[in-house]
């Protein structure tokens, strides 16, 4: 079998073992999902009135609010969801099942790759569940075409494989189950201070750089405009840079952690 064909081989068996880790173990995924749909309820139906003027100006209604805020509540959606690979690797690696799966006939590369495909594809049921819950409350995206569509999946995608690489990172070198948990916070928190709830140009001048050049931004503006029809500018190429360098960056020490680690 050629080298190539059993990467493959393993990464699918790990992968598969990380999917029915997750199914037998639903509520670790459900809780990560709490704080993005309870933020989309609460910013929907306590501060729904008050944003919506602020976004639209006086007269525009909740539901334009709901369709500005949707698209940020997705990708913090994916931010959330990745905290689990943090969790997950470091509890592997904790438990000794790494060290175990190193002394075995198997491709070294696919432990990380079964956890990441598995982050990435969690990542991706949870965002269709947020997004049923805002199409629930009245998100309507009828102006995307099919293209658009696409583009934003692939988004999407793109995102959520670059925040897995660096919350796999995060997982490698933390000590313990709970530092991992801890590390991994910035990538809920990050969205607070983005465009998710409110437009960047709307914050103090002193701070607005800081949201919009951070990776949240750009991506959520771009996701907006391909569902909504708005301006994208250059927030698009900026969202793909910062995914290119995620994903490279978090690779690179994912590795790099990996292959030394004596644990």
């Known amino acids: 079998m050629s080298n190539l064909a059993l990467a493959v081989r393993d990464s699918s068996t790990m992968l598969r073992r990380n999917l ?67 969790v997950h690797i470091s509890m592997d690696m904790s438990e000794g099942l790494i060290a175990r799966f190193r002394t075995m006939a198997i491709h070294r590369g696919s432990m990380l790759v079964g956890h990441v495909v598995g982050s990435v594809l969690q990542c991706l049921a949870s965002v269709v569940l947020v997004g049923a819950v805002g199409v629930a409350i009245g998100f309507r995206s009828t102006n995307a075409t099919v293209l658009e569509w696409l583009a934003a999946f692939g988004l999407l995608v793109l995102f959520a494989l670059a925040l897995t690489w660096i919350a796999v990172g995060m997982g490698l070198v933390s000590p313990n189950v709970e530092a991992a948990a801890n590390s991994a916070q910035p990538l809920i928190l990050l969205p607070l201070i983005s465009s998710a709830f409110i437009p960047a140009d709307t914050m103090p001048g002193w701070f607005r750089p800081v949201a919009e050049y951070q990776p949240f931004t750009p991506a959520i503006e771009t996701l907006r405009g391909l569902l909504l029809g708005t301006e994208i500018g250059h927030h698009g190429w900026i969202a793909i840079a910062w995914c290119v360098a995620l994903t490279v960056l978090g690779y690179r020490w994912s590795t790099a952690r990996f292959n030394r680690d004596p644990k």
């Not at 999902?33 to 306590?46: D, E």
């Open 20 to 86: 029915l880790h997750a199914r037998r173990y639903p509520s670790g995924t459900l809780n990560l999902l709490l704080a993005p749909i309870m933020l989309m309820l609460l910013f929907v139906y306590v501060f729904g009135d008050v944003m919506s003027a602020g976004i639209g100006g006086e007269g525009a209604d909740r539901s334009a609010y709901i369709a500005y805020l949707v698209p940020g509540i997705l990708l913090m959606t994916i931010g959330s969801t990745v905290v689990g690979a943090a």
